[in-house]
């Protein structure tokens, strides 16, 4: 089956304590994205990448990272989380090249600091 | 300006009537237009999308397309209640692959 899967759903955690959110996708799509969803302020990109080792800044890319190794994986890394960073988190993919293409999307990230 | 605008709503509407969904865009180079539900505390999902000047229908769901106004909406024919959920509109210039959503509209249907 065609998916784009992110882990954990759900994570808590305390200001400064380093995690990773996980997405990997099996569509073999060039293009990968990460985006953060808050009330009243839609969906905003964080990073985004067009291919292997290609990565670039999005609309809202401070206190993220990201790092693209290998083209079926994006990991989303917060080296330091702050309150601020509490938010509901979308991994997407898609492919390059088909003006028609959509994109595919993670079930997200629920993510908590406290 | 926003570049895609989306009347947040509340939209509400009886079921068994039409849903009407609009979305306006500031870039003229967009070329292709998606329409993502999204039911709340869930992911995106694709509804339709559409790139040509005129109407799209797909099942009950139709969307139109007007780029000279760079407007583009979306019809839900004899709404259910499985259809209340958050709609977003998304363009797409060519050559691009970043996708631009708007905030989404928020549609009730009414049982």
């Known amino acids: 089956e065609a998916q784009v899967t992110q882990n954990p759903r759900y994570l808590i955690t305390v200001t400064g304590k380093k995690l990773t959110v996980t997405c990997s996708q099996n569509?073999?799509?060039?293009?990968m994205s990460w985006y953060r969803q808050d009330p009243g302020l839609g969906l905003r990109q964080i990073y985004y990448?067009?291919?292997?080792?290609?990565?670039d800044k999005g609309d809202v890319p401070e206190g993220y990272k990201v790092s693209r190794k290998e083209k079926r994986n994006f990991p989303l890394i917060l080296e330091s989380p702050s309150p601020n960073q509490t938010s509901l988190y979308f991994c997407?993919?898609?492919?390059?090249?088909?003006?028609?293409?959509?994109?595919?999307f993670g079930n997200g990230t629920r993510l908590t600091v406290t | 300006q926003k570049e895609v605008e989306q009347n947040s709503g509340p939209l509400s509407v009886p079921e068994g009537a039409i849903a009407s969904l609009n979305c306006t865009y500031s870039?003229?180079?967009?070329?292709?237009f998606f329409w993502y539900r999204q039911y709340s505390g869930k992911s995106p999902e694709l509804i339709m999308f559409?790139?040509?000047?005129g109407d799209k229908e797909d099942g009950r769901f139709t969307a139109q397309l007007n780029k000279a106004s760079q407007y583009v909406s979306l019809l839900i024919r004899d709404s259910q209640p499985s259809d209340s959920a958050t709609y977003l509109c998304?363009?797409?210039?060519?050559?691009?692959?970043?996708?631009?959503f708007g905030q989404g509209t928020r549609l009730t249907i009414n049982p």
């Open positions: 998304a363009p797409k210039s060519q050559g691009a692959q970043k996708l631009v």
């Open positions: 997407a993919s898609g492919s390059i090249g088909r003006f028609n293409s959509p994109l595919h």
């Open positions: 559409i790139y040509s000047n």
């Open positions: 569509m073999n799509h060039e293009y």
């Open positions: 870039d003229r180079g967009s070329q292709s």
């Open positions: 990448s067009m291919n292997v080792e290609v990565t």
